[in-house]
């Protein structure tokens, strides 16, 4: 059971906009830990999509980004394509664990 | 480019210890840190930890203290991760991956390919 939760899906049509959500609690988010997320497609490593909350690496898209409030965040991906079809995982560090965690990642499904 | 090539996938019976090695090239090794992420076969990523390469200092995460040590050899910029006491709920793919250097800073940007390893009698 992950301390930082999401959903285990999500779905849009190409062109839509999508967001998936990482809820944490007072020990990981809510305590001012930035979060982080990566992208796996399937068969391949993760690859880091967003990181200190809303920074993009070189060469990610703009059309994801992130964002951060309280004891929450999200990826937001707008223009969906196809390529997109993967699973996200956000991380943070849990003051509890003395370490970092991931969210259980979100498998996302473009219809 | 930055690139993080591991060693190849391990068959091991239960109670043997397993060590794989991550070769980094394109930055200066001793400049990062090296974090070792795994994932169970269908499940999501699991923290194990990290270590500072130019100083040698780790961060272990809960669950593996007891049972793994992290090294890195400099002169050859190579990291490398030995578990201990291997159990059947280890098979899994090892990644390692390049940290930055700071000790707040836990995300990754670059990850090696991954290597299976497999537990079983």
């Known amino acids: 059971q992950s301390v930082l939760t999401q959903p285990p899906s999500v779905s849009g049509a190409p062109g839509q906009r999508v967001t998936i959500s990482c809820t944490g609690t007072s020990s990981n988010i809510g305590a001012g830990n930035d979060v982080h997320w990566y992208q796996q497609l399937p068969g391949t490593a993760p690859k880091l999509l967003i990181y200190d909350n809303d920074n993009r690496p070189s060469g990610v898209p703009d059309r994801f980004s992130g964002s951060k409030s309280g004891t929450s965040a999200s990826l937001a991906i707008t223009g969906l394509q196809a390529e997109d079809e993967a699973d996200y995982y956000c991380q943070s560090y849990d003051k509890s664990l003395s370490g970092s965690t991931f969210g259980g990642g979100t498998k996302l499904t473009v219809l | 480019q930055v690139h993080l090539v591991q060693s190849g996938g391990e068959v091991k019976k239960p109670g043997a210890s397993v060590t794989v090695s991550c070769k980094s090239s394109g930055y200066r090794f001793s400049d990062y840190s090296i974090a070792w992420v795994r994932q169970a076969p269908g499940q999501g990523l699991e923290w194990m930890g990290w270590i500072r390469t130019y100083n040698g200092n780790r961060n272990y995460a809960q669950n593996f203290r007891d049972r793994v040590t992290m090294t890195t050899e400099i002169s050859t910029s190579t990291a490398f991760l030995e578990l201990r006491s291997l159990r059947s709920d280890d098979t899994a793919v090892y990644y390692c991956?390049?940290?930055?250097?700071?000790?707040?800073?836990?995300?990754?940007?670059?990850w090696g390919q991954g290597t299976l390893v497999s537990v079983s009698s």
């Open positions: 991956a390049r940290k930055p250097p700071n000790w707040d800073d836990i995300f990754v940007d670059f």
